[in-house]
Antibody, heavy 120, light 110 residues
Framework: QVQLVESGGGVVQPGRSLRLSCAASGFAFSTYVIHWVRQAPGKGLEWVSLISVDGRKKYYADSVKGRFTVSRDNSKNMFFLQMHSLRPDDTAVYYC?????????????WGQGTMVTVSS | QSLLTQTPSVSGTPGQRVTISCYGSYSNIGGNTVNWYQQLPGTAPKLLIYSINQRPSGVPGRFSGSKSGTSASLAISGLQSEDEAVYYCATWDDSLNGVVFGGGTKLTVL
């Protein structure tokens, strides 16, 4: 079964760090671009980051640049989002999603999401 | 404020045809393919249309996509109650070097 499963969400104080994980199964993980997308409560979708197939190229939304770092471990079919200096406006459900082999390809598989709440 | 503009809401009656539009610019829609996602209440988004007008396996033929210049459209014909959801357009932006989503359009089936 093709699926992505996120984990690592929770409640964290402003300024602290959190690492999200995304476990892939049922497809050749190492051959696809992987994205993180978030959705604040009651709001729309916001793209956060992508990592290339080989992990060498990483792109970030301006809102998280310099604070978030994306990485992948193709040997373990795992994908990570390290978040630092968290702010209340980072509160959202974070989804990992599978792209294609190109950056503009559609996200055809989505995880169920993991909730991150930044609050004191 | 998203770089892709969608009408916040649209409504229709069962059996009707509705169109959802997505307006962008030359740096995003104008030079790239467009994808559409459907998000049912309380669930993760689902890919509905990719590469402007292609349907993934399992998506009914009632859903179709198109693009003209710097705008794209999603059409839903034969509207059904289960189509009630929020629909998002998305594409790559060459200036931002990132993916951009529209603000979403909530479809209500009356």
């Amino acid at each position: 079964q093709v699926q992505l499963v996120e984990s690592g969400g929770g409640v964290v104080q402003p300024g602290r760090s959190l690492r999200l994980s995304c476990a892939a199964s049922g497809f050749a993980f190492s051959t696809y671009v992987i994205h993180w997308v978030r959705q604040a409560p009651g709001k729309g979708l916001e793209w956060v980051s992508l990592i290339s197939v080989d992990g060498r190229k990483k792109y970030y939304a301006d809102s998280v640049k310099g604070r978030f770092t994306v990485s992948r471990d193709n040997s373990k079919n795992m994908f990570f989002l390290q978040m630092h200096s968290l702010r209340p406006d980072d509160t959202a459900v974070y989804y990992c999603s599978k792209g294609g082999d190109g950056y503009s390809d559609a996200f055809d598989i989505w995880g169920q999401g993991t909730m991150v709440t930044v609050s004191s | 404020q998203s770089l892709l503009t969608q009408t916040p809401s649209v409504s229709g009656t069962p059996g009707q045809r509705v169109t959802i539009s997505c307006y962008g610019s030359y740096s995003n829609i104008g030079g790239n393919t467009v994808n559409w996602y459907q998000q049912l209440p309380g669930t993760a988004p689902k890919l509905l249309i990719y590469s402007i007008n292609q349907r993934p396996s399992g998506v009914p033929g009632r859903f179709s996509g198109s693009k003209s210049g710097t705008s794209a459209s999603l059409a839903i014909s034969g509207l059904q109650s289960e189509d009630e959801a929020v629909y998002y357009c998305a594409t790559w932006d060459d200036s931002l070097n990132g993916v951009v989503f529209g603000g979403g359009t909530k479809l209500t089936v009356l």
